[in-house]
């Protein structure tokens, strides 16, 4: 149990597209989602968390028109990097969280790749 | 704030050989404190977690890790290293489940990369 998934696993574009990174809690009722970013051999940095139904919090020096989360139900949240650029390329990663008391640590995604050319 | 800190950025062991991983941390109450291991390209996997109770605690691929309040630190070992360990580890601290209020964010160490030679 406790299963979550990204789609897609990883993704190459064009300087000035967007792309959508799509995160799903597939066995469970996830409360909290949240973002990370990892730079090669780095550690993990938190983005944002995002609660179902509301705008999600950023972290300070994260641009919020610039990665769009998006948490419509309990079981998937979205993430847009918009109008992508090289150095946005990096491995993203998220996790979900459900309920206090149930499932109530985070399961992480096996991470999305992200190429921007 | 809360900072976790693994002092140790490579480490090689043999084979067979025993593990230790340092893993200090800081934080202003009860920790939720963890280990995952991240294979190159993968996502994290959980290779146990303490929040109360025996502070020695099992977790799974023979892992084990011992919480020492007194020294804020939580070290990750293994007795004999195979192989197949070789990975990146990190180590990370939260709010303690069942505690309210937002979010219970994971502040993560920088991790120590873990080569094994045969």
């Known amino acids: 149990g406790a299963v979550v998934s990204q789609h897609p696993s990883w993704v190459i574009c064009k300087s000035g597209t967007s792309v959508k990174i799509e995160c799903r809690s597939l066995?469970?009722?996830?409360?909290?989602m949240f973002w990370y970013r990892q730079f090669p051999k780095q550690s993990l940095m938190l983005m944002a968390t995002?609660?179902?139904?509301?705008?999600?919090?950023?972290e300070q020096g994260v641009e919020k028109d610039k990665f769009l989360i998006n948490h419509a139900s309990l079981t998937l949240s979205t993430l847009t990097v918009t109008s992508a650029h090289p150095e946005d390329s990096s491995f993203y990663i998220c996790?979900?969280?459900?309920?206090?008391?149930?499932?109530?640590?985070?399961?992480f995604g096996p991470g999305t790749r992200l190429t921007v050319l | 704030a809360q900072s976790v800190t693994q002092p140790d950025i490579h480490i090689t062991v043999s084979e067979g050989a025993s593990l230790e991983l340092r893993c200090n941390y800081s934080?202003?109450?009860?920790?939720?404190l963890f280990w995952y291991v991240q294979s190159p390209g993968q996502g994290l996997q959980l290779l146990l977690k303490?929040?109360?109770?025996?502070?020695l605690v099992q977790g799974i691929k023979g892992f084990e890790a011992e919480f020492k309040r007194s020294q804020s630190s939580f070290n990750l070992r293994k007795p004999s290293v195979h192989w197949s360990d070789a990975a990146e580890y990190f180590c990370?601290?939260?709010?303690?489940?069942?505690?309210?209020?937002?979010?219970?964010?994971?502040?993560f160490g920088t991790g120590t990369q873990l080569k094994v030679e045969l």
């Open positions: 996790s979900a969280r459900g309920k206090a008391g149930v499932r109530d640590e985070q399961f």
């Open positions: 066995d469970f009722q996830a409360t909290t």
């Open positions: 995002s609660n179902e139904g509301s705008k999600a919090t950023y």
């Open positions: 934080y202003g109450a009860t920790p939720y």
């Open positions: 303490y929040f109360s109770g025996d502070t």
């Open positions: 990370a601290v939260g709010r303690a489940p069942g505690i309210t209020g937002g979010g219970n964010k994971l502040t």
